[in-house]
């Protein structure tokens, strides 16, 4: 029998399993892995392990997801790199976990059957009344003619990429970014700007994966984002540019691409560092480094999603600098 593992942010997954066994009746075989607010996505990643470690057949076993591009789907797609007979399903509801189980009553389909199936039947666990309500069925169009490579020296728009928001964030594209963000911003492209992320292919692969419908995300070097900033050619392009570190954000600007401000959203913790919020951890160079950033003239918010108030930046800088001293006694 597949094996079933229900993931998600907060305690959807867990919801939606003890939902399930009221109308479908108790399920073996069935594991939940739960990102809380204080983990990171090596713990959620460490859970996830576990978890396919209980199932009977570990061989053909089906994830179902809450959100494409959230840290569930990206430790989830990462993990199950080299298991090609695993397959994934984002979008995580009843209808959904109900078909599954349903069809998993045959024992000679497959995780790859189960998933394609249940795909169009959950679609169909969405529905409106008023009836009126429904949007007529959509007409696709003829797909166009591929466009060939934009010729150098070519001016679109004002000729100057337009940088919509900046962002810090350790994890980069995850749920917080692919959605809220992405939907206040409304950019029509998001570009991971870190020499690390875009010399490792696997990690590269994902967040391209992750990017949210109707707006790629490409990861490219900071040499790359300097170019991109000076050419014309992408003068019609309204982008949500994200940092890793704050270290590369300088790095950027100073190789003079014209950033004026930029929402701290997540800084994870290591070794010599000591944590400021929930969310963000400095050790002695990240704090120069914002320094460096404030001196510049550049806005420094902090928020994890565009509801959440800012935090007072030098409150932060402040206790880092004095928790940074105290752990050097």
């Known amino acids: ?12 997954a867990a919801g939606v399993r003890q939902t399930s ?8 075989n069935v594991a939940v892995v739960s990102l ?16 396919v470690a209980t199932l009977e057949d570990q061989e053909q076993v089906l994830f179902l997801v809450d959100l494409w591009g959230g840290t569930p789907f990206n430790q989830t797609t990462a993990f199950a790199k080299g298991h090609d007979t695993w397959a994934i399903v984002t979008g995580l509801s009843l209808p959904m976990v109900i078909e599954a189980f349903s069809a998993r009553f045959d ?29 007529a069925p959509e007409v696709k169009a003829a797909p166009a003619a591929k466009a060939g490579a934009i010729a150098p020296g070519t001016v679109l728009g004002d000729g100057k990429i337009d940088i919509a928001a900046v962002r810090i964030d350790t994890r980069l594209l995850h749920g917080q970014v692919a959605t809220a ?12 700007v870190s020499d690390g992320v875009a010399h490792d292919e696997l990690r590269k692969t994902m967040i391209e994966q992750a990017a949210p419908p109707g707006v790629p995300a490409n990861v490219v070097p900071i040499s790359k984002m300097v170019e991109v900033a000076k050419d014309p050619r ?35 913790h290591s070794v010599g560092k000591v944590v400021v919020t929930n969310a963000i951890a400095m050790g002695e160079d990240d704090v120069k480094t914002l320094e460096e ?19 007072d930046i030098d409150a932060m800088l402040r206790k880092a600098k004095a928790e940074l001293a105290e752990q050097a006694k």
Do not use: Y
């Open 21 to 28: 066994s009221m109308v479908f009746g108790d399920q073996e």
């Open 107 to 135: 024992p000679s389909k497959t995780a790859h059957e189960i998933a394609a199936h249940i795909v169009g039947e959950a679609r169909k666990g969405v529905r409106v009344l008023p009836e009126e309500l429904e949007p």
């Open 36 to 51: 809380e607010p204080s983990m990171g996505p090596d713990d959620f990643r460490a859970n996830l392990e576990k978890a």
């Open 293 to 311: 950033l404030k001196a510049k003239g550049v806005e420094l918010e902090a928020r994890k999603v565009p509801s959440d108030s800012s935090e």
């Open 1 to 12: 029998m597949v094996g079933i593992v229900l993931a998600s942010h907060g305690e959807l």
């Open 181 to 192: 963000w992405t939907k206040q911003i409304a950019p029509n492209r998001i570009i991971v």
């Open 234 to 268: 992408f003068g019609a392009t309204k982008a949500f540019l994200l940092f890793e570190t704050p270290q590369d954000l300088l790095r950027c600007i100073e190789g003079g691409v014209d950033i004026k401000k930029a929402n701290i959203g997540s800084m994870a």
